[in-house]
C-alpha cells in the first residue's frame, strides 16, 4: 500500500508577499538607518530647515542624491546645478529598471509608478533575488511593495530622527556611522558572486570606482556601473561563442 504523495505547495498570498518582503529588507534597514539620522542631522548645518528635510526625504527618497543636494545648497549652488547633479548620480537606476522591467511590465499603471518611485539600491537587491527565484508565484509585487515600503517608512522615521537630534548633538554626523551601510551592501553582494563572470563583473566595478572616485557628482559610481556592465557581457560572449561551435560541430 503505497501513501498518496504530499500536496502541491500553496501558492503566497499578497499578504504572505508583502511580509516577506518587509522581512528580507530588514539587514536593509539597519544599513540604512545610520544614513538617515546623519541626513536629518545635517540639514540645519547647510540652511534647509527640518520641515524641508523631511520633505526631501519624501518626494526624493535617494540618499545619495539628497546628501549632494545639501552640500550643494551649503556653497550656494542654483536650482540647475542642484538638478542636473542629482539627475547624473541617479542614472544608476536606469540599470535597476532595465533589470526589473520583464517582471513589472504587465503591472497597471497605478502599480508601476509608485514602485519605481520607491526603487532604491537596497530594495533592487531584495526583490531581483525574489523574481529570480524560479518559483512561478503570481504575487511577486506584492513582496517589491513590501521592501519598497519599509525602506520608505524607515528613511523618513531616521530623518526625523536626525533632524530633532541635530540640534542637541550636532558632531553626530562625525562618529562613522556611515560604515553600516559600507558593511550591509558587502554583505548583500559577495553571496551573488558565484560564477565567474559576476565576480571579475563585481571585481572590475570596484576598481573602478576606486580609481575614479575622485570625479565630482559621483560620476566614479555611474562609471563603475557601466564598466561591471560591459565585462559581464563581454564574458558572458565569450562563454556562450564556444557552446555555440559545439552545438554547430556536433
Known sequence: MTSDPPPPPSPATPAREWLHGVRDTVPMLVGAAPFGLIFGTLAAGSGLSGAGAMAMSAFV????????ALTLLAS????????????????????????????????PRRWRLPLAFW??????????????????APHKHWYYLGSCLSMY???????AAGVLLGRGVPELSHLGLEFAMAATFTAMVVPMLRNRPTAVSAFA?????LAERGLPYKLALLLA??????????????????????????
Open 153 to 159: 517608512l524607515n528613511w523618513l522615521a531616521w530623518t
Open 61 to 68: 527618497f535617494a540618499g545619495s542624491a539628497q546628501f549632494i
Open 76 to 107: 550656494g549652488a542654483g536650482l540647475l546645478v542642484i538638478v542636473f547633479t542629482t539627475f547624473v548620480v541617479n542614472l544608476r537606476h536606469l540599470l535597476y529598471a532595465a533589470t526589473l522591467l520583464p517582471h513589472v511590465a504587465r503591472l
Open 225 to 250: 556601473a557601466l564598466s561591471g556592465v560591459a565585462v559581464g557581457v563581454w564574458l558572458d560572449e565569450r562563454g556562450a561563442a564556444p557552446a555555440d561551435e559545439r552545438s554547430a560541430g556536433a
Open 119 to 136: 526603487l532604491t539600491d537596497e530594495t533592487f537587491a531584495v526583490v531581483q533575488h525574489r523574481y529570480a527565484t524560479p518559483d512561478g
Open 205 to 209: 566595478a570596484a576598481a573602478v570606482a
